[in-house]
């Protein structure tokens, strides 16, 4: 009698080998598509969060106004406060926040709690009565992953006379004439240096008038 025709033990485990071995070459082009879908796209996101972040700075510190957010203690208003990791001003917001009226904004760079720094922006109303701002919700977070960085201020004095780049603005009863944004973000994509030019000062305002009526500063 003649044997049945078929496969023998080692055969299949042969066909078996080969079929794991063609899986695992899928498997593996997929997973690395998968992962360069995916660092395509979480590299697209992080450029649009720093653009954003950046737009969004230069616009509203561009409109940053003459309206007071403290006094010294001789009752002089204050309209900006600054320091390397901190800067507080007034301005408008677009949209239906910008409905609310002019806010208090306060830009804070702080410990995310991983070894870097987020930049968070707060939102408080100025009541017209001088009653102390009213905080609209949480900090919202403008950009994360930050190793490190600061803000530094140029302007002129009571004076007139131009000061250097500093990383605290001293006399808040002036507005700074640039902000610069400096932060070094991890990875290959770079943080411009931003640098904001503010459109209206108190000081030259100021300057302007007595100048419109003929008269002299001392």
């Known amino acids: 009698m003649k044997r049945a025709a078929g496969f023998t033990l080692l055969e299949v485990l042969a066909a ?3 079929l794991a071995l063609l899986l695992v070459g899928v498997y593996s082009g997929i997973r690395t598509a998968t992962h360069s879908v995916r660092s395509g796209a979480a590299a697209i996101e992080r450029v649009d969060q720093v653009r954003s972040a950046q737009q969004f700075l230069r616009r509203e510190l561009a409109q940053s106004m003459l309206q007071p957010i403290g006094h ?3 009752g002089e208003p204050i309209y900006f406060v600054g320091s390397a990791r901190e800067m507080r001003y007034v301005a408008p917001l677009p949209g239906y926040l910008g409905k609310l009226g ?5 830009l804070r760079l702080v410990d995310d709690g991983h070894g870097g720094l987020r930049l968070e922006l707060s939102l408080a109303l100025l009541p017209p009565d001088g009653q102390p701002a009213q905080p609209l919700g949480e900090p919202q977070v403008l ?3 930050i190793q490190g960085g600061g803000f ?15 990383p605290s603005w001293v006399d808040g009863r002036l507005l700074p004439q640039l902000v610069r944004i400096e932060l070094q973000v991890p990875g290959t994509l770079d943080w411009p240096r931003l640098d904001v ?9 100021g300057l ?10 001392r």
């Open 152 to 166: 530094q201020y140029r302007g002129i004095d009571q004076q007139g006379a131009a000061l250097p780049w500093s």
């Open 197 to 205: 030019p503010l459109r209206t000062n108190p000081a030259q305002t």
């Open 72 to 74: 010294t203690d001789h």
């Open 102 to 106: 002019p806010q208090l904004q306060q």
């Open 143 to 145: 950009l994360d992953r």
């Open 16 to 18: 078996l080998a080969l």
């Open 208 to 217: 302007s008038q007595l100048r419109m009526r003929g008269g002299s500063i």
